[in-house]
């Protein structure tokens, strides 16, 4: 039986307190079920804005996606994410992800590390933020118990063992970072190829996780194939058609798009769909067509 539909909003740009909450209020008026945001310098602090969303909102629950670990001792990080749960009435989700942008790292004067080293960090932060809140004597204490959900990001199949272990959301992105560094768009057949990595590695779990994906273009209306050239050069080696079918890219007529959406449910397993901010508009209504 398949999991309801799940959508989320990353929010990029912060602005004033009247701003953000109106924009916040927005969101939730549209029929957003998570306000999201990311952990990049030049960006909105994330616990702050997230008690804020909560503030201006009733409905929605509101997350980080994602932390970069990288930024974050576990203990400090413990009492974060506890006061930020209480200050929000429960309705915390945390992510957490290794972090790929070495630039902020270097601008932060913290180390970036190998990816196996960025991978350990990620693992120690979980283990140790797991049995911090999970501790009856951790002051301050989570609203939610024994904690709130985690999501963990990542194609990698060490995060991806991880994440089988220790989270209750598993996001994919559909990307990889190249030799260079660069990101790349992995083809649907490779992110399918992820996803059952994952489910293999997730066994004999009680509960299977709640998967995510992160839509990185949504056009509604005109030609699907005008917006193919947006992630061209994340997708050297795709073709249009392939680029048509991920689900990175949402193109189409509102009922197009929740087709492709119902679409990436079967072969993909994804039910939680989060849409970066400059998307918001343009998703909604294809949010109210998924449920009429």
């Known amino acids: 039986m398949s999991r309801p539909f799940r959508f989320a909003v990353n929010m990029l740009d912060g602005g004033t307190s009247a701003e953000w909450r109106a924009k916040c209020r927005r969101a ?10 990311p952990d990049h310098l030049g960006m909105p602090a994330p616990f702050p804005s997230l008690v804020a969303a909560a503030e201006a909102t009733e409905r929605p629950r509101v997350g980080t996606f994602v932390l970069n670990a990288g ?29 790929y942008v070495k630039a902020e790292h270097d601008s932060a004067g913290l180390p970036f590390g190998s990816p196996r080293e960025r991978v350990d960090h990620l693992e120690r932060t979980v283990t140790e933020l797991k049995r911090l809140l999970a501790d009856p004597e951790h002051r301050p204490a989570t609203a939610q118990s024994p904690r709130p959900p985690l999501l963990l990001g990542g194609n990698g199949n060490r995060v991806l063992r991880l994440t089988a ?6 996001a994919f992105t559909g990307g990889a970072t190249g030799p260079d560094g660069a990101l790349r768009l992995i083809t649907p057949a490779e992110l399918e190829d992820r996803v059952a990595a994952y489910r293999g590695f997730e066994g004999e779990r009680a509960e299977p996780a709640e998967l995510n994906y992160l839509v990185q273009i ?12 947006d992630l061209m050069g994340y997708s050297e080696d ?20 929740a087709e492709r959406v119902r679409g990436h449910r079967e072969r993909f397993g994804f039910t939680y769909f989060t849409v970066l901010e400059p998307y918001m508009e343009a998703f909604a209504p294809v949010i109210e067509e998924l449920r009429n």
């Open 165 to 170: 272990r220790h989270a209750d959301i598993a």
């Open 218 to 229: 949504v056009a509604v209306g005109g030609d699907p194939r005008a917006k193919v050239r």
């Open 28 to 37: 939730e008026a549209m029929g957003y079920d998570v306000i999201l945001v």
């Open 238 to 257: 795709m073709s249009e058609d392939e680029i048509l079918e991920h689900p990175a890219m949402l193109a189409g007529s509102v009922k197009e798009i």
């Open 71 to 99: 930024f974050w001792n576990p203990s400090l990080l413990a009492r974060e994410v506890a006061s930020t749960d209480q200050l929000t009435g429960g309705r915390l989700e945390l992510g957490l992800g290794t972090g």
